[in-house]
């Protein structure tokens, strides 16, 4: 099974470790140095090969053709790189001339550049040099799942896709830029099934091979693995232990992420000794190349992820899947010109559809950490799959639940506290620890032997230190027939993620009903009236359910953690005429692969599967669907994908209502309305309809570049990171052929166009809108005809008849005679109207 470009890196990683830790103890007593990312004004190798490529297509044709197709490009000469990388050391040699530094990466494809541990003092010298274009800090970025247990209390989950994709995605190469994967899991493995299933001709990337990632881990599924940590190294950070120095992932996340996407189809969820049915990516027989650059202690670096894109781009994936976002904001003078989104967008340049997570930091407005137009950015919402538990009271009260856990089959069983159970030599009764049942040697066996135990969940679990995994140990232990937790009173606010268990038991995730619990439970204990003590344990209770789904209509919805727009154009919080988030896909309670070393989550470690939420779970479900649109139309630009997947978003739940955005941390239930544009782009992605868009609008290189130079005071920063000169021409944000309209300020009144291209049969569109308040809207034409492959302009007059300083929302749609709907969004965030006598 093993590729013949596996190729042994074990050497070159620990040469680079060692020096760094050798570099470090010399640079590092410096306290000033820091790893800088250099670029130079000499344009990168992706840059020359697309140039010539989109000069053979030239733009305005009007046939399918326009769509170029890099796989048939060679995309790199292999002595380039090199060459490259030994003009970044003489360049550091000549002007740090017998000083101290430690080149970390040079950049070659996507940026020409560096990454280099320097003084500041070395690296202003480094940018007064004229062949450096920018000298950017490097900043640290991380994961978006949230795992702490906080998230939603409503016992959710979602597989996928079941059944109906045994081919789907093959071909196609997705990576994705992550913790590693675990490539031992079955969800990776190739030999499902004896049909041909090579890896694609176009893909040329390697695997490491090392201790933790032997020879043969790759496989035709898995295509390509390889890891970046340089700027983790040096900074003395990384932790060979928990982080490995190889591809293989001790975190769970990539593994979680990798199998969403492109996991094989039908693999059985066992957790904790139960079934939860099977698992399958959305597209099942994609391929996987795995570029880690996050790691389990410390998250990640710019440094390290920019190479990882890099390395993506040149070995010709098709599709690369970032679940990460940056901690901060970039600063400047606007958020699009960072070192991640300036490569990502000559990854776009070269046919590359990027997906990011929007971030978790949801429900505010301006959250989201994934900015730019270029760059196709995912909220998570829920999804319509419950496990719902509850337990029922010997008093006939039924209160719900959270676990993911087996019932007592209708039998009804003595409660016992932790509290009224100590063994007869342990002290300090008082001690709420006591009650979290973390240790059977403090407990009375003879009294919770065949008894539900009840025990406290406490801020000691939230902080991790608390188990439920240790609490069922000690159950267990006992021989008690199960579990009941409930809420400390300290806990209140907090929400939880179902929790696997493998006896029967149930989490009371609500302080309220944890009240009510515990008085049915004291009430029912019968005392001794001269000394008190208890007698008899009178309360019995039945826990039901816990283990099989059952499906709720009010789904999708916007999870109140989802990072909301407006996308913020810059740090002074002025809104950008591009909509972010594009669209929401599931990602809350997401099942999915899970990695056999994992150490992310608690609950779930030596699983091989784990329930996740965060928008780190909604973006890998588009990476899938997009290697499934990949498939199906070749030649589609990622503006084209992106179109395709945002104009046929679901705008309604299952119960037929608008799709609800939740809007607080607690309560969020409670605390929810329609979902707008800023919560959820352009709706909830629409599988199937995304692979019959009808209408597509595209958007090419030199657009997104007319669109940067058309931001004030870009024109540098422009060149420096593009080594291309702004023009006269400019693009105006509302102006980019976007499927969507989104106006950061509208001063009275605006016209913007949009072409579409019909990849659909002929059809005859009707056009009908509805207005954001105080806008007016005209759309011109109101009816046209097009026939396969023709485009069509439509013309969009908004004029303000209020002033309002409050985001406010429409909605254009076209509808087709032969099926086809077209949704595009229309928010218009500031509003100001002329004076009467204007
Ligand atoms: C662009 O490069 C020039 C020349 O190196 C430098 O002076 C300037 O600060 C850079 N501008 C930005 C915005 O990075
Ligand atoms: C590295 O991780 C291991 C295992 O988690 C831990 O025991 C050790 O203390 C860590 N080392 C450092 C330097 O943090
Ligand atoms: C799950 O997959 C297994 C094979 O891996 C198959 O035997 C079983 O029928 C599948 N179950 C369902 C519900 O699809
Ligand atoms: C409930 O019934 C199932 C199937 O009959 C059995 O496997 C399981 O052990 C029972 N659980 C309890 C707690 O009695
Ligand atoms: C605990 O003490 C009581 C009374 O002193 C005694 O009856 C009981 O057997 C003891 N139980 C254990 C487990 O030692
Ligand atoms: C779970 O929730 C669904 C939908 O809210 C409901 O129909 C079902 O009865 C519940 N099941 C249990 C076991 O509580
Ligand atoms: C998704 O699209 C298909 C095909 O256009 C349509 O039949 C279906 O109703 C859509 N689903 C939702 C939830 O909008
Ligand atoms: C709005 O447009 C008017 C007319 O073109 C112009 O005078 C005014 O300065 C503009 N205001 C802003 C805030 O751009
Ligand atoms: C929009 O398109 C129309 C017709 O093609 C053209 O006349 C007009 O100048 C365009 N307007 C803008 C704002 O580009
Ligand atoms: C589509 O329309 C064009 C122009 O009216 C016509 O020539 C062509 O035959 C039509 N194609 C189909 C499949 O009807
Ligand atoms: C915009 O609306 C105002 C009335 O609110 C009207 O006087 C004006 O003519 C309109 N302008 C355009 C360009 O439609
Ligand atoms: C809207 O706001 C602008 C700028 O503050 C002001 O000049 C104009 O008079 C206001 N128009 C209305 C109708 O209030």
Same mark, same amino acid.
């Given at each position: 099974m093993g590729l013949k470009k596996e190729k042994n890196e074990l050497n070159f990683i620990h040469i680079l470790f060692l020096l760094a830790s050798f570099v470090c103890i010399i640079l590092c007593q410096d306290e000033d140095t820091g790893v800088y990312i250099v670029t130079l004004k000499q344009a990168p190798a992706a840059h020359f090969y697309f140039t010539q490529l989109t000069k053979k297509h030239p733009s305005k044709n009007t046939s399918l053709s326009t769509f170029h197709n890099p796989r048939n490009v060679s995309r790199s000469d292999p002595h380039y790189g090199s060459y490259v990388a030994r003009v970044h050391d003489s360049l550091l040699k000549k002007v740090l001339k017998g000083q101290k530094y430690l080149k970390l990466y040079s950049y070659h494809y996507l940026i020409n550049g560096f990454a280099v541990l320097v003084t500041p003092g070395q690296a202003s010298r480094l940018s007064g040099r004229k062949e450096v274009a920018n000298v950017v800090l490097d900043y640290s970025v991380r994961t978006t %799942? %949230?795992? %702490?247990?906080? +998230?939603?209390?409503?016992p959710q989950g979602a597989w996928p896709l079941e059944g109906g994709f045994d081919s789907a995605g093959e071909g196609i190469v997705i990576g994705f830029i992550d913790t590693g994967i675990d490539p031992t899991h079955p969800s990776f493995s190739d030999n499902l099934d004896k049909n041909a299933y090579p890896v694609p001709q176009h893909f040329s990337g390697i695997c490491e091979v090392t201790r933790d990632f032997p020879s043969g881990s790759c496989n035709r599924k898995l295509v390509g693995a390889r890891h970046f940590a340089a700027s983790a190294i040096t900074r003395g950070i990384f932790n060979a232990s928990q982080d490995y120095a190889s591809p293989f992932d001790g975190d769970g996340h990539g593994t979680h992420t990798a199998s969403i996407a492109s996991g094989n189809h039908g693999i059985p969820v066992c957790v904790a000794g139960q079934l939860f049915g099977n698992a399958s990516g959305m597209a099942p027989r994609s391929h996987i190349a795995v570029y880690k650059a996050l790691y389990k202690s410390f998250g990640g670096f710019a440094a390290d992820v920019v190479a990882a894109i890099d390395q993506a781009a040149q070995d010709g994936v098709d599709i690369i899947s970032l679940s990460i976002t940056p901690n901060r904001r970039p600063p400047g003078v606007a958020t699009f010109f960072n070192p991640i989104d300036m490569a990502l967008l000559t990854a776009v340049k070269a046919g590359i559809f990027v997906v990011q997570a929007a971030g978790n930091t949801g429900p505010g407005p301006g959250s989201v950490s994934s900015f730019s137009p270029w760059i196709f950015t995912v909220g998570a919402a829920s999804h319509d799959r419950v496990y719902n538990n509850s337990i029922c009271l010997g008093n006939n009260l039924n209160i719900s639940g959270v676990g993911l856990a087996p019932g007592s089959n209708d039998t009804a069983y003595t409660l016992v506290s932790a509290t009224h159970a100590l063994s007869n030599d342990t002290a300090a009764k008082d001690d709420m620890y006591l009650g979290e049942c973390q240790d059977a040697s403090l407990l009375n066996q003879d009294l919770i032997a065949g008894n539900l135990l009840i025990c406290s969940y406490s801020v000691r679990f939230v902080l991790g230190v608390s188990t439920i995994k240790q609490a069922l140990e000690t159950a267990k232990n006992l021989s008690a027939a199960g579990v009941v937790f409930y809420m400390d009173p +300290?806990?209140?606010g907090f929400q939880l993620n179902p929790t696997p268990m493998d006896i029967p038991g149930i989490i009371i995730p609500s302080a309220n009903d944890s009240k009510v619990f515990l008085q049915y439970y004291n009430s029912s204990l019968l005392r001794d009236p001269i000394t008190n003590n208890i007698v008899k344990f009178g309360a019995v209770a039945s826990i039901t359910g816990g283990v099989k789904p059952s499906y709720t209509a009010s789904a999708p919805k916007v999870m109140y953690y989802s990072a909301r727009g407006?996308?913020?154009?810059d740090n002074s919080l002025n809104a950008a005429d591009i909509l972010k988030p594009n669209v929401v896909a599931p990602g809350n309670s997401i099942w999915a692969a899970w990695s056999s070393l994992g150490t992310q989550s608690i609950e779930f470690q030596g699983e091989e599967f784990a329930m996740m939420s965060g928008t780190s779970m909604a973006a890998p479900h588009i990476a899938g669907l997009a290697a499934l649109i990949k498939k199906k139309f070749p030649g589609f630009s990622p503006a084209a994908i992106a179109s395709a997947l945002s104009t046929t978003a679901s705008l309604r739940d299952k119960n037929g209502g608008p799709i609800m955005a939740q809007r607080?941390?607690?309560n969020p239930d409670v605390n929810q309305s329609p979902a707008t544009p800023f919560d959820m782009g352009s709706g909830f992605v629409n599988a199937t309809a995304a692979l019959d868009p009808g209408l597509i609008f595209d958007t090419s290189y030199d657009d997104y570049f007319s669109f940067l130079c058309g931001i004030n005071g870009s024109a540098p920063v422009v060149l420096n990171y593009t080594s291309q000169s702004c023009g006269v021409s400019t693009l105006d944000g509302p102006d980019l052929n976007l499927p969507s309209i989104t106006l950061g300020k509208l001063n009275q009144t605006r016209s913007v166009n949009r072409t579409v291209l019909n990849i659909g049969p002929n059809e005859t569109f009707a056009v009908g809108w509805s207005a954001p308040y105080g806008v007016s809207v005209k759309v011109s034409p109101t009816r046209f005809f097009i026939t396969t492959g023709d485009r069509q302009v439509l013309t969009v007059h908004l004029n303000a008849t209020l002033n309002n300083t409050a985001a406010t929302y429409g909605r254009i749609g076209l509808f087709g005679d032969q099926g086809h709907i077209v949704n595009i969004p229309i928010s218009v965030v500031l509003k100001r109207t002329y004076n009467a006598s204007y």
């Open positions: %799942t %949230t795992h %702490t247990p906080q +998230f939603l209390g409503l +300290f806990v209140i407006p996308d913020p154009e607080a941390y607690s």
